[in-house]
């Protein structure tokens, strides 16, 4: 039963990055038929994000009153049939609204799976739920370009991850008795409040570092092409083929540090990590001709975030305890969206006088994550300390 459950929850987290990459894939096919401008994609990424935010802040209050199986199951529903009103969109106002339950459904499964996963299983399986989330990114546009190559529409592609979608929920759904058979919740029963276990020490600090690093994983995928063709002088095509590199990078990493993890630990992982991506970053910064340094630099940088991620919401139950972990693991979802949300944006506004500062930031971004870590380290050491 324990090894169906797994199986299972890595296929939902698949199914969780199916849609992600495909809008940005899709977008110009898309906007082109509904004859709007290409910055409406921010529109439809702010909803999304919008969404996926509230229901991260929702998912203590939620899993306490239907655990983590039928949230995943009712989430996927949700996300199926926002995919299903996309297929059948024809104005952009239909797709803001189908855009709202999209992010509550993604919000709802990432919260969910990522804290059952945290309380009950290892740190290789969490790694490797991540890994799982890569491939469902790299399906999505692959589905939705056989659909365009075959001179079909959009609306198809988007139906058929659609059903996909829905099949998934099926599954899900007969499968709720498996969550509290194959593996009993080891979390206590609590009343705790979303607000009392923000206030634990240490907690801010973490949701800081989660907003830094989403912050600069963010930046490296939404502007890394777009600094090696305008700064670096890299012709468009290598550009690009590295910048997928980086998510091939990071969903190598998470398989490798799975198989790892058992030995090193989430403390190490993030230390490893944070200094793999620094490597990464000095690369792509050095003031050398060779543009090749550059373009490995950004490989490296996406090694060097492949564990973080993972490591940090795998460590938050054994950090601040397994009845506060769901409190918090929707805070950190929340702040990881934040980050990935408005800081490339952000730095869009300044990205044409001042794309040289792209990997300074994110210099500075993983400074911040080192740092917090430690931080956060020591105070969570010393509370055990106490404790004993």
Not at 45 to 53: F, L
Not at 248 to 273: E, Y
Not at 356 to 375: Q, W
Request: glycine share 8%; with cysteine; hydrophobic share 50%.
């Amino acid at each position: 039963m324990v090894v169906l459950l797994v199986a299972l929850i890595y296929v939902a987290f698949v199914s969780l990055g199916l849609p992600d990459a495909v809008l940005g894939a899709t977008w110009s096919v898309m906007r082109e038929q509904m004859q709007v401008p290409i910055y409406y994609q921010g529109i439809l990424s702010m909803i999304i994000s919008a969404g996926t935010i509230t229901s991260s802040l929702m998912s203590n209050y939620a899993n306490k009153k239907m655990g983590a199986g039928l949230v995943t199951a009712l989430s996927t529903l949700l996300t199926a049939l926002a995919l299903l009103g996309f297929s059948f969109s024809t104005k952009f106002w239909q797709l803001c609204l189908f855009a709202i339950p999209c992010g509550l459904g993604a919000g709802g499964v990432d919260a969910a799976l990522n804290n059952y996963v945290a309380v009950n299983l290892s740190s290789r399986h969490m790694n490797w739920l991540h890994c799982c989330w890569g491939v469902g990114a790299t399906i999505g546009p692959q589905i939705m370009g056989n659909f365009l190559s075959r001179g079909m529409s959009w609306n198809n592609g988007y139906l058929a991850i659609s059903i996909l979608q829905g099949v998934l929920t099926m599954v899900l759904l007969f499968s709720l008795p498996l969550w509290k058979k194959a593996i009993p919740q080891a979390e206590e029963k609590s009343d705790v409040k979303t607000i009392d276990a923000i206030k634990i020490r240490g907690v801010k600090l973490v949701l800081i570092m989660f907003f830094c690093y989403c912050a600069a994983e963010s930046l490296a995928m939404l502007w890394a092409s777009s600094y090696l063709v305008e700064y670096r002088h890299v012709d468009s095509i290598t550009a690009t083929l590295f910048g997928s590199l980086f998510f091939v990078g990071m969903t190598v990493g998470r398989f490798v540090c799975g198989l790892i993890s058992g030995k090193l630990g989430d403390r190490a992982l993030i230390r490893v990590g944070s200094s793999v991506a620094l490597v990464g970053v000095v690369c792509i910064v050095l003031p050398v001709t060779v543009h090749w340094l550059s373009l490995c630099g950004l490989v490296v940088f996406g090694l060097g975030c492949a564990p973080i991620y993972p490591a940090i919401i795998h460590s938050t139950p054994n950090n601040f305890g397994k009845k506060n972990s769901q409190a918090i693991v929707g805070f950190q979802m929340a702040c990881a969206y934040t980050g990935s949300t408005f800081i490339p944006p952000l730095f869009g506004l300044v990205a044409s006088k001042a794309m040289v500062l792209f990997p300074y930031i994110m210099a500075v971004c993983f400074v911040a994550v080192v740092l917090l870590h430690e931080r956060v380290n020591r105070i969570i050491d010393k509370r055990k300390v106490l404790e004993e």
